[in-house]
């Protein structure tokens, strides 16, 4: 019997798995999946020029042209675009600098180019019950300058429901997943002076706030890379977008 148990304890020494060897491991590469969306803090020359001009366009303008379900989306005019361009320039560098860092290659200016042409600009007067549906835009490159946000603390602190919360802007890309093992929405609650940028291609969403008399103010548009050593120009011929 003791000699069944020896050769058996054996047996299972001989088969267990031996420890596994120490092994420097080295990574040589990911995936880099899904876009980059960078936020910044605009200047505020280019945040009161904005809102400045924009009072002088006609109210309503630009509805046809969008997606959005509001009453008062207005088009720059090409003057307000030529100084656009010039005070925006220094933030499509910074987006496309990021975009290269974040992608893990070097700037090549032979390669990589920082010359755009703005296809478009509008500014949005948001008010209670409106909102953006889910849509991209065409071109590039978009942005989203928020100008001036209500206050919605006391809304969203009362909301109950599993969607995102009354007046976030809310980025979508890819399919989501069951179980959850990657992130397909991001949602941010609008501040002033911050701007969103991103590939135009981008799904993304603006939900309807209810708190009376309030508005909110932002600033979009579009654009197209050109050339390396191309000079920054405004489109003449508006290309479309949705």
Request: glycine share 8%; net charge neutral; with cysteine.
């Amino acid at each position: 019997m003791d000699k069944d148990i020896k050769d058996l304890a054996k047996t299972v020494l001989k088969n267990a798995p031996k420890q596994s060897p120490h092994r420097n491991v080295k990574t040589e590469g990911q995936l880099i999946f899904g876009p980059y969306v960078p936020l910044c803090k605009v200047h505020d020359s280019l945040i009161t020029g904005l809102l400045k001009r924009g009072e002088k366009l006609t109210p309503g303008d630009k509805n046809s042209t969008l997606a959005g379900q509001l009453k008062d989306q207005r088009g720059y005019t090409m003057e307000d675009k030529e100084w656009f361009i010039k005070e925006f320039a220094p933030y499509v560098e910074w987006y496309l600098e990021g975009a290269l860092k974040w992608s893990q290659q070097t700037y090549d200016p032979q390669q990589h180019t920082k010359s755009f042409t703005l296809i478009d600009l509008w500014i949005n007067y948001m008010k209670p019950h409106e909102y953006n549906p889910d849509h991209n835009h065409g071109g590039q490159l978009s942005w989203v300058i928020f100008l001036d946000t209500p206050d919605l603390k006391e809304e969203q602190k009362a909301f109950e429901g599993t969607s995102s919360p009354p007046g976030s802007i809310v980025f979508s890309y890819g399919e989501s997943t069951n179980p959850k093992w990657a992130e397909s929405t991001f949602r941010y609650d609008p501040q002033p002076g911050f701007m969103w940028m991103f590939p135009a291609q981008l799904r993304h969403q603006v939900m309807p706030f209810h708190t009376p008399n309030v508005q909110r103010i932002s600033v979009s548009g579009n654009l197209f890379l050109q050339p390396p050593g191309s000079p920054n120009t405004v489109s003449q011929k508006f290309d479309g977008h949705l």
